[in-house]
């Protein structure tokens, strides 16, 4: 289990100028279905970095400091403060995370002891839409800040795995020429509805502390995005390859016994 320090409150603030957004990602940025165990593979397009979500399945924001000093991260789902269930804005509260710390964001926080599942659902059914403010459903965002007075930590950093910037560029590869041509244009003219949220799924125990953290600036060193929805609307604006079943050319011959035992009945 990973650990995880939330701020419950408002961090302090320095009055000093805002800073550029960082060219590098202090904070790596992914998801991972939680039912199957696997990374959401990610497909930009068009400005964007799409990842497909599965209806009904739990998934979690798996957020990595990639730096050697404490970072403070306002994590945003469907334009919603994870932690605090306000409308997300950077200033707001949010997760301490450790030098080279990761620590996976599983859902809604309820309380310092447990959280309510994130989980994929339809529009009408996620925890936005429920709460009158379904305009920003579909995006998982961070806001990253640095902090004022760092405490450096002379640890080497941890060999990290290449994994996932392989599947980046892969993902670019595979989804380039279905970027291009007239027919991708007019498909996602036509499919530019979200169809998918995050609902508000079952309790569950996830313990965090408290800790102080003072910004270094106002404004936040970086901040990421990432769109999701499902496979077939991905598909359908061309943002992932479309997919293909195999079908088996045999048709299998009748047998008397396909099953040992006797099957409920379809309702």
Not at 118 to 147: C, K, M, W
């Amino acid at each position: 289990m990973f650990r995880k320090t939330v701020l419950m409150s408002l961090a302090l603030l320095l009055t000093g100028a805002c800073s550029p957004l960082s060219a590098r990602p202090l904070v790596d940025v992914s998801v991972v279905d939680r039912d199957t165990g696997e990374w959401l593979r990610e497909y930009p397009h068009r400005g964007d970095t799409w990842v497909a979500g599965t209806p009904g399945n739990r998934y979690g924001v798996r957020l990595t400091n990639t730096t050697g000093e404490r970072v403070l991260v306002v994590l945003s789902v469907d334009g919603i403060n994870a932690v605090t269930g306000e409308t997300a804005a950077p200033s707001q509260a949010g997760y301490v995370l450790e030098p080279w710390e990761s620590a996976e964001i599983a859902g809604w926080r309820k309380s310092l002891d447990d959280i309510a599942q994130f989980v994929f659902t339809d529009l009408g059914d996620s925890y936005a839409a429920r709460t009158g403010r379904p305009h920003n459903v579909g995006v998982i965002g961070v806001a990253v800040f640095q902090e004022s007075r760092p405490r450096y930590y002379p640890m080497p950093a941890p060999s990290l795995r290449r994994d996932r910037e392989y599947e980046r560029d892969a993902a670019k590869s595979a989804s380039a020429p279905a970027a291009r041509g007239a027919i991708q244009e007019q498909a996602a003219d036509s499919a530019a509805r979200q169809s998918m949220g995050t609902g508000h799924g079952q309790r569950e125990w996830s313990p965090v502390g408290q800790t102080e953290f003072v910004r270094a600036t106002r404004s936040p060193a970086q901040i990421s995005e990432l769109r999701y929805d499902d496979a077939h609307r991905l598909m359908a604006i061309g943002a992932m390859p479309r997919q293909y079943p195999r079908y088996d050319r045999r048709d299998p011959a009748p047998r008397a016994f396909p099953n040992g035992f006797v099957a409920d009945p379809s309702r």
